[in-house]
C-alpha cells in the first residue's frame, strides 16, 4: 500500500492504538503485522474447519450425519468471516482517526496573509488551482499556500476535471 509524504508528521506525536509501541502513523498502512497474524490464525482456524467438514461429510451417506458436519462448516466460514470483517473495520478505524488529525492541523495552519493574497491573487471569480491537484480553491484556502498557483475563471474551469474544494469551500462551477 502507498503512502503520502506529509512534511512535519513525524514531529507531531500521534495516540497509539491498541496499546501497542507503534505510535499511529508510524507505518503506511493502518494495520500492524501482529492485525495481520491473529486474522492469519483466525482464517486458518476456519480452514482447518472446513477441511475436517470435508473429511468427515464425505465418509457418510446418511443426511441427519452430514448436517451435523454442514453446521461445523458453516461454523468455520463464519469465524473466518467475521475475522476478515473484523481487520477490515479496525483499518477503516484507524484511517478515520488520521483523517480526523490531519483535518484538525488543516484547521490549525494559519490562513495566507491578506497581503500576499492581494499581491498575487487576480480579481474577480478566480479559482486557484495547482499542479497535481484535482480540486480547485478559494484564494485564502490553506492548501493553495507555498504552492505554484495558476488562477482560472470559471468559465475555464467549468471544463476541467475538477471539484471544489471541501475546506473552503469553494462554490460548484457550472457553464
Do not use: N
Amino acid at each position: 500500500m502507498a503512502s503520502l509524504a506529509v512534511p512535519g508528521a513525524r514531529a507531531v506525536r500521534r495516540r497509539a492504538i491498541g496499546g501497542t509501541g507503534t505510535a499511529l502513523g508510524e507505518t503506511p498502512e493502518p494495520w500492524r503485522r501482529r492485525d495481520a497474524a491473529v486474522v492469519g490464525l483466525v482464517v486458518g482456524l476456519g480452514v482447518v474447519g472446513l477441511i475436517i467438514t470435508w473429511i468427515g461429510i464425505s465418509g457418510t451417506a446418511r443426511l441427519t450425519p452430514q448436517a451435523r458436519w454442514l453446521g461445523l462448516g458453516i461454523a468455520s466460514l463464519l469465524l473466518a468471516g467475521f475475522a476478515m470483517v473484523g481487520w477490515l473495520v479496525l483499518g477503516l478505524t484507524r484511517v478515520a482517526i488520521l483523517r480526523r488529525e490531519v483535518v484538525r492541523r488543516l484547521d490549525r495552519t494559519e490562513p495566507v496573509a491578506e497581503a500576499a493574497v492581494t499581491a498575487e491573487v487576480p480579481t474577480g471569480d478566480r479559482f486557484g488551482i495547482a499542479t497535481g491537484m484535482r480540486r480547485y480553491h478559494l484564494a485564502h484556502c490553506p492548501l493553495l499556500a507555498g504552492k505554484d498557483v495558476r488562477w482560472l475563471d470559471a468559465k475555464t474551469l467549468a471544463f476541467a476535471d475538477t471539484e471544489p474544494c471541501g475546506i473552503c469551500a469553494a462554490p460548484v462551477v457550472e457553464l
